[in-house]
């Protein structure tokens, strides 16, 4: 099993700045791709940015420019940091994780959330 831990989040006021950590622990060969999703009260959850193993990202268009995603791949941590903060982006921010369990063996893992609220 896979368990994915994460961190930084908080209240911030807008402009201001966070940046969220997602550590992955367990058995497994090698993680593909890790990212950030978020969900908003009544809204569906959404993608805020994912990047691969050997670094290439990809950025939902209301946060290009104002987060960026990094990763270290010996440590299989994740980071979001985020800048220019805006009260919409406040939501759960969900750590995601493609896993490759073995050589033909894979399955997608999801953190426990952590609440990021912007307002003044």
């Known amino acids: 099993q896979v368990q994915l831990v994460e961190s930084g989040g908080g209240l911030v006021q807008p402009g201001g700045s966070l940046r969220l950590s997602c550590a992955a622990s367990?058995?497994?060969?090698?993680?593909?791709?890790m990212g950030w999703y978020r969900q908003a009260p009544g809204n569906e959850r959404e993608l805020v940015a994912t990047i691969t193993s050997d670094g290439t990202t990809n950025y939902a268009d209301s946060v290009k420019g104002r987060f960026t995603i990094s990763r270290d791949n010996a440590k299989n941590t994740v980071y979001l940091q985020m800048n220019g903060l805006k009260t919409e982006d406040t939501a759960v921010y969900y750590c995601n994780a493609r896993v490759r369990l073995s050589l033909f063996s894979y399955n997608t893992f999801w953190g426990q959330g952590t609440q990021v609220t912007v307002s003044s």
């Open positions: 367990g058995s497994f060969f090698s993680i593909p791709t």
